[in-house]
T-cell receptor, first 112, second 113 residues
Framework: AQSVTQLGSHVSVSEGALVLLRCNYS??????LFWYVQYPNQGLQLLLK??????LVKGINGFEAEFKKSETSFHLTKPSAHMSDAAEYFC??????????FGKGTMLLVSP | NAGVTQTPKFQVLKTGQSMTLQCAQD?????MSWYRQDPGMGLRLIHY???????DQGEVPNGYNVSRSTTEDFPLRLLSAAPSQTSVYFC????????????FGPGTRLTVT
């Protein structure tokens, strides 16, 4: 069965610092991988996704993620954090079924 | 396109009451799903459907019922509400060519007292 582990329920960074949110997955087949963002009291918005091809995926708002099969990881990064990036981030995996399995989420806190 | 719509946005129920959360999509997506979100738990799959007339259980199906009579609609029924069902409920749709990217509705915040 597929599963997702997000390391760190909360990550704190200063504005302008590197953002790194970690995601590891388990899957019996080549997975599709996703990062979603949820701003307070809102729904979920897709940041980026990996399906096939290039392992470095660029998303919205300057975020990117790299699929590393050997490490079963799909970490999310952004070179310079903005205050507006404060939100909860969810990593998710699909093995080709119609639904996703989500991690428990990481709350990103950005301080001035 | 309105995308995925959910009603109501907020609901308070008493223990034992029943209700239906509505979900509709106008994108002609074949797949639809219901998730619940609880603090520290991420999103967990309740029920899903791969087409009209076809539904299946997810990770946490107990206490919920679904049906899918049309491509557009996928209502979630709470049979006898319990405080453990206090949660935020998200409906989502997807399609094969999107690699199962979920398109989410705005959510329904449900409180059971």
């Amino acid at each position: 069965a597929q599963s997702v582990t997000q390391l760190g329920s909360h990550v704190s960074v200063s504005e302008g610092a590197l953002v790194l949110l970690r995601c590891n997955y388990s899957s019996s087949v080549p997975p599709y991988l996703f990062w979603y963002v949820q701003y307070p009291n809102q729904g979920l918005q897709l940041l980026l996704k990996y399906t096939t091809g290039a392992t470095l995926v660029k998303g919205i708002n300057g975020f990117e993620a790299e699929f590393k099969k050997s490490e079963t990881s799909f970490h999310l990064t952004k070179p310079s954090a903005h205050m507006s990036d404060a939100a909860e981030y969810f990593c998710a995996v699909s093995e080709g079924y119609s639904t996703l399995t989500f991690g428990k989420g990481t709350m990103l806190l950005v301080s001035p | 396109n309105a995308g995925v719509t959910q009603t109501p946005k907020f609901q308070v129920l008493k223990t034992g009451q029943s209700m239906t959360l509505q979900c509709a999509q106008d994108m002609n997506h074949e797949y639809m799903s219901w998730y619940r979100q609880d603090p520290g738990m991420g999103l967990r799959l309740i029920h899903y459907s791969v087409g009209a007339g076809i539904t299946d259980q997810g990770e946490v199906p107990n206490g919920y019922n679904v049906s899918r009579s049309t491509t557009e609609d996928f209502p979630l029924r709470l049979l006898s509400a319990a405080p453990s069902q206090t949660s935020v409920y998200f409906c989502a749709s997807s399609y094969y060519r999107s690699h199962y990217e979920q398109y989410f509705g705005p959510g329904t915040r449900l409180t059971v007292t």
